[in-house]
């Protein structure tokens, strides 16, 4: 198996053809042609080194091999649409870390309010909280 030369479409293009049921159905639903379309699930078969697809049925059945495959290839997609978001999220400041030194005159008066706002508005985000007073304190002597 040359699995360095599989691309994520070639998983989306088999995912497409098992829900539809044919090649002209997951075409249409890919906006893509089914000639097309059925030479990249023939490409992506010889990768793999088997079939996915029994296509002496109508509509077209997965192999024992396919089933297997597949189920793995939907988890996949998803993964990988997750990590995407994820990783956006953090860099749009949604997510991650975030540290803050606060003056210990705030801490009792507006903080919690403060605290409270930005939990609601990004609850993704972990809130460290350092007073300010104990980071600045002067050595004896």
Known sequence: MRWNEL??????????VN????????ALALDIDQGFLSKQIQKLEAN???QLFDRTTRPLRLTAAGQTFLSRAEQIIEQTKNAIKLAE???DGKRG?????????IANSKL?????GFR???????????????LCKKPPG
């Open 7 to 16: 691309e994520f479409r070639h998983l989306e293009y088999a995912i497409a």
């Open 19 to 26: 829900s539809h049921g044919q090649f002209l159905q997951a």
């Open 48 to 50: 793999l080194g088997f």
């Open 89 to 91: 999220e953090t860099q």
């Open 97 to 105: 870390r975030l540290n803050v030194s606060i003056n210990t005159s």
């Open 112 to 116: 919690p309010d403060i605290i409270r």
């Open 120 to 134: 609601e508005q990004f609850p993704d985000v972990q809130l460290i909280l350092h007073e300010l007073a104990s």
